[in-house]
């Protein structure tokens, strides 16, 4: 302390120029270079080296001024050389650097980094902000800008083995650029990866379902939006659903009961019917019980759109058709014989068909051929 405050009056003198003051390197002749910190004080900008022996000196020497860029390069938005002494001094435990400085400096050197094209290097320096809300966030906003829907291994793997960064946040970042856009399948299948259950869900039934269930196959629809999508089929939108009818995870998905989980018991149901083999009664039996059951819910079914009710007529279309198939290949002594023209024991179908909420023309259609089928078997 007695040489520094002897080195300082020295270079003070202003009547004999005893010592050379410690301006910072970028200053050639001489000029005194004024600053104003982040309180408003007032002072004369010094070379790092000179407050690296304040701090040695006195350890509450203010942090804010020793890391200032002035002290060190011309080019004041340089935050390179700051940070890296920032962190030495940080392991030697000078670390009464307040805590806006602290984060203010973080997001500088990481906004400098991200300029110049290192944006992985950005997210190394972020992940040094110690509140973990505001480390989340701003690694986040850095993959939002930086990355992509393409899938790049090799950046994903530094991220995630090296960083260790998260893989929940890249694939959040992903579900939001597909949502800018507008790319719902590759927003549903972020989501998902990401674990946005309650996110994943209004994505497919909002933007999805209903297209994917009316489609039928892969083709091109125009969405009621206006916008032109090549569109999967019922299997992608099953396979969409499958992780979120776990119990674990819809227990806690808002309105799933009405939504996804009839949806995934209908496309579950009709692929079985794809694969049925006749001579499965046991099978038969399990799949009328489940088209039953089926067909109380499809009028829960949410609809918040005309394309929304379009689908809802096209699975109860598909479910009517479904129970009476199903009806025709069991063979139940005890309950009425199936004629020989095909007619069907109209009774045990008439309350799940009736209660399907179908367009009016299909809806009498059914009712007629119910109506026959029980008036043949009254005559028989």
């Known amino acids: 302390p007695l040489f520094r405050s002897l080195y300082c009056k020295a270079f003070k003198e202003k009547s004999v120029s005893v010592a050379v003051p410690p301006h910072p390197p970028y200053v050639k002749d001489g000029r005194l270079l004024k600053f104003y910190d982040s309180e408003g004080l007032r002072g004369t900008v010094r070379d790092m080296s000179f407050h690296l022996l304040k701090l040695y000196a006195d350890r509450l020497h203010r942090l804010e001024r020793t890391l200032s860029p002035a002290t060190h390069t011309s080019h004041l938005l340089d935050y390179g050389i700051s940070w890296f002494v920032h962190l030495m001094l940080r392991a030697v435990y000078y670390v009464h650097l307040p805590a806006y400085s602290y984060v203010a400096l973080q997001n500088d050197f990481a906004a400098q980094l991200e300029s110049l094209g290192l944006w992985k290097w950005a997210v190394f320096v972020l992940l040094h902000l110690v509140d973990s809300a505001d480390r989340q966030r701003a690694v986040q906003q850095v993959l939002v800008r930086q990355c992509s829907l393409n899938e790049n291994e090799d950046d994903e793997a530094f991220l995630i083995e090296k960083l260790h960064v998260p893989a929940k946040w890249i694939y959040e970042a992903k579900a939001l650029i597909a949502q800018y856009d507008r790319i719902p399948e590759k927003e549903a299948e972020f989501c998902l990866k990401a674990g946005l259950w309650n996110a994943a869900h209004e994505v497919i039934m909002k933007k999805l379902a209903a297209a994917y269930i009316i489609s039928g196959r892969r083709r091109f629809l125009v969405l009621l939006s206006g916008f032109r999508r090549f569109l999967g089929n019922e299997d992608t939108l099953l396979n969409m659903l499958t992780p979120l009818a776990d119990d674990d995870r819809n227990c806690d998905i808002f309105d799933w009961s009405e939504g996804g989980e009839i949806l995934f018991h209908y496309l579950s149901i009709k692929k079985e019917m794809m694969a049925l083999d ?50 025709f290949l069991e063979e139940r002594p005890d309950e009425d014989v199936i004629l020989d023209d095909g007619s069907l024991p109209s009774l045990s179908l008439t309350p799940y068909i009736a209660g399907l909420p179908m367009p009016e023309d299909y809806a009498l259609s059914e009712l007629r051929a119910l109506t026959r089928s029980y008036i043949r078997g009254l005559v028989t």
Not at 283 to 307: A, I, P
Not at 317 to 326: I, N, P, T
């Open 278 to 327: 006749e001579g499965d009664q046991e099978l038969v039996e399990r799949l009328r019980e489940q088209l039953k059951l089926l067909c109380t819910r499809v009028k829960d079914l949410s609809c918040d759109s005309l394309e929304d009710r379009l689908c809802q007529s096209e699975i109860s279309k598909k479910c009517a058709s479904y129970l009476k198939s199903l009806l």
